[in-house]
């Protein structure tokens, strides 16, 4: 009997239908054709979300952007290490850039004088020009590089905290910046000397040394220790100041202090021979003697090394000091340096070091070398990328350890919302009852407290007992401990309706343990819904936390948060005057959050089957 091989034709006709649209998709996306069977053993569940996912550019672009800041914060802080410690009032909101050492081209190879400030420096040409650069403007009117005009050939040049002197080669002293304490008003005594052999400038003073050895100081006499009628007027050759303290060096090669006060700056160290020349940081006077020998006293900080001179084959012939660091030159013209190192400034690169340098200007954080052939090398602080806060710390640093911090804080409470929800959902849903009826009771009890003014109560209460550390892993805790409800309830209703399937009733009939069933066979196929929920919390996870500490219940100073560092601020001068210590902050949290919801959402969309079209 022949066989029949005719293709009834309604089975015919969705063949024809099936190839057509797969002939055109595979145009389409110029891919291998494959029959639709294979097709679904090709795209297997997981890849179908991949694949849909990745087609998201939204949510693609947003996972980008997260995965950057997670590892930035996350890898960077590892080797940019961040002191608790540290301020400078020397240092407080500075502007964001990278300009302070950023001298004008036309002091290369004309370069006669630097001085430094906190964030600017004054140069000075051989032809008596002055320059500034770096951050000058000291308030909306008050500006640094409005340089006096007619002031002739100036010889030297002096900055101070917020104000700069010049001496011209008349003989007449020149002043502007500042004026708040009187470091610019040049008396009538002052502006009469015609022998001005040396110009100083400091924290909130002036001082002028002349050529018979006698001093003059004008500006705050509170805050400086400095005595007008010291016994050795007409004996100094050269003036060393911390920010608050002076000593001068005489012709006969002797340290005298020039203040009234007894203590660690006036205790100068016996026996130190003919000293050649004097230098100091914020904190400490150095002296040199004629045999290269260097002594120092003062309060130096024995983390900052300001005591530990190095060992030198070479003679060291000439000090200069920073605020926190010594640079030596020895006499066969190399250099060497020593103290805080926080930003690089006493770290002497190879290209100095390959050098023939003549001789060195340095202040604060920032150095100058200039070498015989009249180039000019810097190394140390170029600036904060972000600007600085209140206290004189680097934004960016500070940034970067917050942000590890605050996204820690967000992952740790969403996997202990996390783990809790699966177990109260799982089992709520599974067994129902009276076990339903009392978990989900309790879950509403917890639901309907409202949480921020709970956390705060909670952390006032607990946290005035708590180190820093501690307080972090409490905080990490309460927002685990008090966002689970919503999570667990997407998590019962699935369970509600898996239970009932046949695999499920299979694994009963065949005596597998009911935790296993829950867990093992029912909570996988959930996962979609705990996956996209998690991601969702995260982000809210993170505004919580920033909102306690914004509010001061959080992460308390100098740990930083984004949090705290936006608590920071909160008041109308910083607001309007230093715009870059909440801009960033807020900027970076409000980009990763908002990149943290999308993803959720594309995540959704992937793993909804009814999203997917065929």
């Known amino acids: ?13 969705f ?3 099936a190839h057509r649209k797969f002939s055109l998709f595979n145009f389409i996306f110029n891919r291998k054709q494959s029959s639709i069977f294979e ?13 849909t996912f990745r087609s998201n550019k939204m949510g693609m672009t947003a996972l980008v952007i997260l995965l950057t800041i997670f590892l930035t914060v996350t890898i960077i802080p590892i080797f940019y290490s961040l002191d608790l410690s540290f301020s400078d009032a020397s240092q407080t909101n500075i502007p964001p850039g990278l300009d302070l050492m950023k001298f004008p081209k036309e002091l290369e190879g004309n370069l006669k004088q630097i001085s430094v400030g ?3 420096s004054v140069g000075l040409s051989n032809d008596g020009q002055v320059y500034v650069w770096g951050k000058s403007k000291l308030s909306r009117v008050n500006d640094l590089r409005n340089i006096p005009k007619n002031m002739g050939k100036v010889v030297q040049v002096a900055a101070g905290y917020d104000h700069i002197l010049a001496l011209n080669d008349q003989g007449k002293l020149f002043a502007w910046g500042s004026n708040r304490h009187q470091q610019t008003l040049i008396s009538a005594e002052v502006a009469s000397l015609d022998n001005i052999k040396s110009i100083y400038a400091g924290y909130l003073f002036s001082m002028v040394l002349t050529e018979d050895g006698h001093t003059y100081y004008f500006g705050n006499t509170m805050l400086n220790d400095y005595d007008h009628y ?25 340290v005298v202090y020039l203040g009234r006060q007894s203590g660690a700056y006036s205790n100068i160290p016996k026996n130190m021979g003919k000293v050649i020349d004097v230098a100091s940081t914020s904190l400490t006077f150095a002296a040199l003697n004629d045999q290269g020998e260097v002594f120092i006293w003062g309060n130096p900080s024995t983390s900052r090394g300001e005591r530990l001179v190095p060992e030198t084959d070479s003679k060291i012939t000439k000090l200069f000091g920073g605020r926190h ?3 030596a030159l020895t006499e066969d013209k190399n250099l060497i340096s020593w103290g805080f190192d926080n930003y690089g400034q006493a770290t002497i690169p190879r290209k100095v070091e390959r050098a023939e340098i003549d001789t060195v200007f340095n202040g604060f954080y920032q150095n100058y070398a200039v070498t015989k052939d009249g180039r000019i090398l810097t190394w140390g602080l170029k600036g904060y990328p972000l600007g600085s806060d209140d206290l004189g710390r680097d934004q960016l640093q500070r940034i970067l350890h917050g942000g590890r911090l605050s996204m820690t804080i967000g992952v740790v409470a969403v996997l202990i919302s996390t783990f809790v929800a699966i177990i109260v959902g799982g089992v709520s849903g599974y067994f129902g009852g009276k076990i339903d009826l009392v978990l989900q009771r309790v879950s509403e009890m917890i ?6 003014p709970f956390a705060m109560i909670l952390s006032a209460l607990i946290g005035n007992r708590l180190t820093n550390t501690q307080k972090v892993y409490m905080i990490m805790v309460i927002l685990g401990l008090l966002s689970w409800p919503g999570l667990q309830r997407l998590i019962r209703a699935q369970v509600l309706s898996i239970r009932e399937q046949e695999y499920v009733t299979a694994a009963k009939v065949l005596g597998v343990k009911q935790n296993k069933i829950i867990f093992k066979h029912i909570i996988p196929n959930v996962i979609s819904v705990i996956i996209v929920s998690a991601t969702l919390s995260f982000g809210g996870s993170m505004i919580t936390e920033a909102s306690l500490s914004f509010l001061g219940f959080g992460v308390q100073p100098p740990q930083p948060t984004w949090g705290n560092m936006l608590n920071g601020a909160r008041n109308s001068v910083v607001i309007q005057n230093y715009w870059w210590r909440w801009v960033f902050p807020s900027l970076v949290l409000s980009i990763c959050v908002i ?3 999308i993803v959720g959402e594309a995540l959704r969309a992937a793993i909804d089957p009814k999203s997917q079209e065929r």
């Open 595 to 597: 990149c943290i919801n």
């Open 118 to 120: 906190p964030s600017f």
């Open 39 to 51: 097709e679904e053993n090709i795209e297997t569940p997981f890849k179908t979300v991949v694949k």
């Open 1 to 13: 009997m022949a066989q029949n091989n005719t293709v009834p034709k309604k089975e015919k006709k």
């Open 447 to 452: 639901a309907s407290l409202p949480f921020l």
């Open 15 to 17: 063949e024809d239908t």
């Open 325 to 327: 660091h010594y640079v």
């Open 230 to 254: 010291h016994p050795y007027q007409g004996q100094i050759a050269k003036i060393a100041n911390t920010e608050n303290h002076f000593v001068g060096l005489t012709f006969d090669g002797d």
